[in-house]
């Protein structure tokens, strides 16, 4: 609770429109001190009530004063800054002692020896001021400072990494020079949303509770519930002896599939499992895993756990009482493994690629699912009668989970093909596999296809038959998508449209947006549904102040389902696709991009000393530093002069067609009325 409270107090300190010289303004400058050696000031002055944060011990420390120089050649550093005394608080919120300076002007100097005549020193500053409750950090990326030595000359830039910038060359996009651009851009935080939100742990759960039901119509599973439920029951007239041991044993299944989803969690977290849900190799890795997943349910091989492990167990069991409950539960995790192994694979891959706690949840639902049966007939085992025989059926299911893993494997290999650029799963290629495989799970619930463990079967039952109408009926669907029609239910699961090697129809799509020059990286990065803009930060800007323009940026990805539903069901709307083509200069910002190489140096803003060589990393690096947020999509509006027209909105809004609408109209009003 402290760390949220913590982090709470810091993101909502930022004002939306807020300036940093509202509450203090940056000065540097350099004299000669002797000789060839000279004294860089840096000065900061604050309004009155205001003051400055230093470094802090506290659990969750608010940004602290950073001043950064330049190595160069032409001068060499002969001391640290020499920095008032802060002094020091305990806070609260913040669960520690933190430093501060609140006098009205803080003063830092540093010696510097001129190795060369004339020469410049650069670097870079950050600070968090605050008076009143109300906080405003220098803006990001970290503001650059420029000092000549001899005419004091100095400016000020926060885009562009300055040892990337000759003397006498500055980084110019479309006639837009952002080298020497004032400190415009406003650094947000305010009211975010984490990606482990409830609605998103809700969602895992509930999937993976559908799985771990699936889970128990397995034929390694269904037959031991009875045999279970009866060793419960055995020897106790009352059944209440049982009914608790039942407990206990449905317990520690939950508990030992948990403790698998924990370990996970706590290697993991979200930004890694960002970076490999993302990367082409772990991708293709997944995709070999769930073919070998699907080979085993279809009767290929079983997979199965070293046979000790469970006889060891199987030992402790038979003791009976608690421990024996607990060790039961144990013999039935091992034993049934053949068939949930690809099962529990499903849902940990799946959770693993949101990261966080998301594989905890993931367990936690299938656990529940797969306990509940056991649990529930110790304390109703009349109930018992009603279940249907073990029998082929039980194959049958096993079957059907091998040709869903089928297609769920091309999902993977999608991402890795999009991320590789490589063109080899196109939206028509993967459609036409997709029919292919459902087609055959079709004819094999008609009995037409048979496989080595399956039993005969002398005619077809009524819900084989319904199951097979309704997979016959999905494969009709899937098939107009061969000529290009969008097949919206399914857009976050498919390749992009743009990846189709031809379209007889276009569905919902707009005219040409008129854009200034032609985009960077166009060759190999599309837009949906006909519209065009760019894929760099600098270049939009530089459009949208030549068309007088807002800009509405789109964090999005390759991998990412929910831009495709997004895309699909919510800018396809015709009005909302010709609002976003005639208002809005669009920036779509791919952060799992790691094959296009950026054309221009930059230098991450995140910890400030990495060289970003990627179209995704820079795109990440810009939403992970500026919103602090990792989650796509995420889509956000700005002025000409980087200013937040609107509160940025993650999917959780995006999906709602009103509140998408209302989101670019309140920004197109706020635009108009900064710029009448």
């Known amino acids: 609770m402290k760390k949220l ?86 806070v609260k919120e913040f669960d520690g002692d933190v430093t501060y300076f609140d006098g009205k002007e803080l003063v830092a100097t540093r010696l510097i020896k001129g190795l060369v005549k004339d020469f410049s020193v650069t670097g870079d500053y950050q600070a968090q001021v605050c008076n009143k409750g109300r906080c405003i950090t220098s803006p990001f990326p970290n503001p650059k400072f420029k000092v000549k030595v001899g005419n004091g000359d100095k400016f000020y830039s926060n885009t562009l990494p300055l040892d990337n910038i000759s003397e006498n060359e500055t980084n110019k996009y479309c006639g837009y020079d952002f080298s020497k651009e004032e400190n415009k851009l406003k650094t947000f935080q305010g009211k975010l949303l984490d990606s482990e939100n409830d609605s ?61 989803g924990s370990i996970i969690s706590a290697v993991f977290g979200p930004e890694a499992a960002s970076l490999i849900s993302t990367h082409w190799l772990p991708n293709l890795l997944f995709f070999a895993v769930f073919i070998f997943f699907a080979a085993s349910f279809l009767g290929m091989f079983e997979i199965t756990l070293p046979s000790k492990w469970s006889n060891i167990s199987d030992k402790k069991a038979d003791k009976g009482g608690i421990i024996g409950a607990i060790f039961m539960a144990l013999t039935l995790a091992l034993v049934s493994f053949s068939c949930t192994g690809p099962i529990i694979g499903t849902v940990l891959v799946e959770s693993f690629k949101v990261g966080g706690l998301e594989p905890l949840i993931g367990m936690l639902g299938f656990s529940t699912a797969f306990a509940l049966p056991f649990t529930f007939f110790a304390f109703f085992p009349s109930w018992l009668k009603s279940l249907p025989k073990s029998g082929g059926w039980l194959n049958s299911v096993k079957v059907v989970f091998g040709f869903l893993e089928l297609a769920l494997a091309l999902k993977f290999l999608s991402v890795a093909d999009l991320t590789g650029h490589w063109g080899v799963l196109d939206r028509d290629v993967y459609l036409a596999l997709w029919i292919v495989i459902f087609s055959l799970l079709g004819f094999y619930l008609l009995g037409k296809i048979k496989f080595a463990h399956d039993s005969d079967l002398k005619y077809v039952k009524v819900p084989r038959l319904i199951l097979a109408i309704g997979v016959f009926s999905f494969v009709v669907y899937l098939l107009p998508g061969m000529w290009g029609a969008p097949l919206r239910a399914l857009s976050g699961y498919l390749p992009p449209m743009t990846t189709m090697d031809y379209q007889f129809s276009s569905y919902n799509t707009a005219s040409q947006s008129e854009i200034c020059d032609k985009p960077s990286y166009s060759d190999d990065l599309h837009l949906p549904l006909g519209l065009r803009g760019y ?69 991450a803003v995140f910890d400030g000393k990495t060289r970003v060589k990627y179209v995704g990393q820079k795109a990440y690096d810009i939403q992970k530093t500026w919103f602090n947020k990792v989650a796509q999509p995420y889509y956000v509006t700005m002025d000409q002069n980087k200013e937040l027209l609107e509160m940025p909105i993650d999917y959780e809004i995006a999906e709602n067609k009103s509140d998408f609408m209302k989101f670019l109209k309140l920004s197109l009003k706020e635009y108009k009325k900064r710029n009448p």
């Open 200 to 260: 998103s742990f809700w969602n895992t759960f509930f999937v993976a509770f559908l799985f771990g039901l699936g889970a128990i119509l397995t034929p390694c599973v269904f037959p031991m519930i009875p045999m279970t439920v009866s060793f419960f029951l055995k020897g106790d007239s009352n059944g209440a002896k049982g009914k608790i041991t039942a407990l206990i044993f449905g317990f520690s299944i939950i508990v030992i599939y948990c403790l698998i």
């Open 5 to 90: 409270l913590a982090f709470l107090l810091i993101a909502f300190s930022f004002a939306l429109h807020a300036q940093f010289e509202d509450l203090a303004t940056v000065e540097f400058s350099i004299q000669n001190d002797k000789e060839d050696v000279y004294e860089l000031s840096f000065k900061i002055k604050l309004n009155n009530g205001a003051h400055l944060y230093g470094p802090s011990n506290a659990l969750i420390a608010p940004p602290e004063l950073i001043l950064n120089l330049d190595s160069s050649p032409n001068y060499k550093l002969l001391n640290d800054w020499e920095i008032p005394e802060f002094k020091t608080k305990y």
């Open 535 to 603: 894929y760099d930060w600098e270049e939009g800007m530089c459009c949208s102040k030549e068309q007088g323009k807002p800009v509405f940026i789109d964090f999005t990805g390759h991998a990412c389902t929910n831009c495709r539903e997004i895309e699909n069901l919510i800018w396809a709307d015709p009005e909302i696709l010709e609002f976003l083509k005639k208002e809005f200069v669009i920036i779509s910002l791919f952060t799992d991009d790691r094959k296009i190489k950026i054309k221009d140096p930059y230098i």
